[in-house]
């Protein structure tokens, strides 16, 4: 369809339309953003199916176990040597923009990119001199070791990659975030394919290498034409700003160990009281909760985080920002939910087969818990914009203590679905921690707006889901096709209104123009 028949359209739209220019702004921004993330990670996904069948076809199933093991052991030492600098140079990217010295940014840049040189560095060194016991621990054999010491100009490369993308994801250029990680996912999946199909189990490592490579060229290339090349050459300059991402980007790295360690945790406790089964029935749950809702996580991490970082300081324009981002989170993410919810025997029969039924009930307790998620993100964001490395801790303790504590109690009580239980109550007692700690720091409340569209969403929700546990199998499922389509109405209905036409994201106005 033509581009004037979309803006007869945009003309002759109702008036349910209308909004002050600012919000709609703000709202389209946040929309904007989603898509592109979205869309990239939706085609970085069928790029990763394709390249494991590929892969798995020419290795085997030994191969691929090979390939798997491999890539767990880069992706353990960069989580533990990067220290969680990509994540804080994100912060102190995004706050430099900020200041009216035009030398800030540049210095920022130059002490996250020597940070990342040498802790990728010391990651990749460490691996090399201890592959020996690596390769021990991980194949319980020696005969891998010069393939894991290979491994550490991987953990250098991938470090350096992750401190361009912080660099672009510091200045907000979402649009260009995306495109780096589409043509690097594009060239990679090639790569690693001729690689592999040449060199076979010895392609391995250096496919994994050129990965990460590929990821850092692309990436670098994308920042060209940015204020980043400025003579800042201040030694104790420098050193401060180093010393200051590694002591934010520690609180980072430890979140994300209490998550890699409840998750690692949970599963022992299945094993042990209730067999190998059940720990499979819960990562397929767990993986099918998760995977919608991901493009909604990765948009908040990749604009919304910079973006609150620029007006932390500013409580009333922040506390704008939160409202605005949980509500186009929730507006984008609660049809999905409603539909894994009511659909969710199906999904786990395309996604598995019928011998994974057991992990039903599962998935549905998961989905609650990922609804709470994108309640509670986009508020916790508050804590990290703000740097607050004992808040930022605190609260992602508590959650794993709060998810191990119950999950050790809900599995004895309940069984398997206990562990899916558990982690919905988590996120009830991360919720509540959050909110509290984030009205003291800032006085952030929700609007009313948020209450409406959120009290809707509960309603539905909440029908859906105990229509699936006490009403029967054909009735639960004609009622979470209404409230799926009902939601899906009222979203498209809603972000119209808050958005615009005029701000909606040109890929979605032809859809626009076809329900008129």
Known sequence: ??????????????????????????????????????????????????RTKIVAVI?????????????????????????GVSSSGVREVAAARESSDCTVVPKTVKALRRTCWILGGLGGASLMVFASYFSRLTFNSPDYQ?????????????????????????????????RSSIYAGLISTFGTIV??????????????ALTAAVSAVVTRWYLRGLPLHMDVSDREDTLRRMRSLIHLGVAFMASGLVAMASAYVIRIMLTSELGLDAAG????????????????????????????????????????????????????????????????PFVIALFYSEKFASAVPM????????????????????????????????????????????????????????????FFFSYVVHGLLVYYL?????????????????????ILVVTVFFATFFVPVLSASIIGIAACIIASLYSFRMLLKLVGVANIPSSLKRVLVLFR
């Open 146 to 178: 010069w393939g894991v010491a290979l491994l550490g100009s991987a953990v250098f490369l991938r470090m350096l990659a992750n401190g361009e993308s912080a660099i672009l994801q510091g200045f907000r250029r979402i649009g260009d975030l995306s």
């Open 195 to 208: 690689v592999v199909f040449y060199w076979r189990e010895a392609g391995i490592v250096p496919a994994i």
């Open 363 to 422: 998935l549905r307790w998961i989905c609650l818990g990922m609804a709470l998620r994108v309640v509670t993100w986009p508020v916790g964001f508050m804590i990290i914009a703000k740097a607050r490395r004992d808040l930022i801790v605190f609260t992602e303790v508590a959650w794993g203590f709060a998810h191990l504590s119950s999950a050790w109690v809900c599995i004895k009580l309940f069984g398997l679905n206990g562990a899916a239980f558990a």
């Open 1 to 50: 369809m033509s581009s004037q028949n979309i803006k007869q359209d945009e003309a002759s739209a109702p008036a349910l339309l209308s909004a002050p220019p600012a919000t709609r702004g703000s709202y389209g921004q946040i929309l904007k953003s989603s898509v592109l993330i979205g869309s990239s990670s939706a085609i970085n996904i069928l790029l990763g199916i394709v």
């Open 59 to 83: 290795l085997g199933p030994a191969g691929f176990g090979l390939h798997g093991l491999f890539n767990s052991i880069m992706e353990l030492v960069v989580s533990i040597a990067g220290l």
């Open 438 to 458: 984030v009205r003291r720091i800032s006085g952030f409340k929700w609007s009313s707006e948020y209450i409406i569209v959120g009290s809707v969403y509960s």
């Open 281 to 344: 029935y819960y990562h397929a749950a767990w993986t099918i909760g998760g995977l919608y809702l991901g493009f909604v996580f990765q948009a908040m991490g990749a604009d919304f985080y910079p973006r609150l970082t620029s007006v932390a300081q500013n409580h009333e324009e922040a506390n704008r920002l939160v409202n605005e981002q949980a509500m186009i989170s929730l507006l984008l993410g609660g049809p999905g939910i409603l539909a894994t919810i009511a659909c969710s």
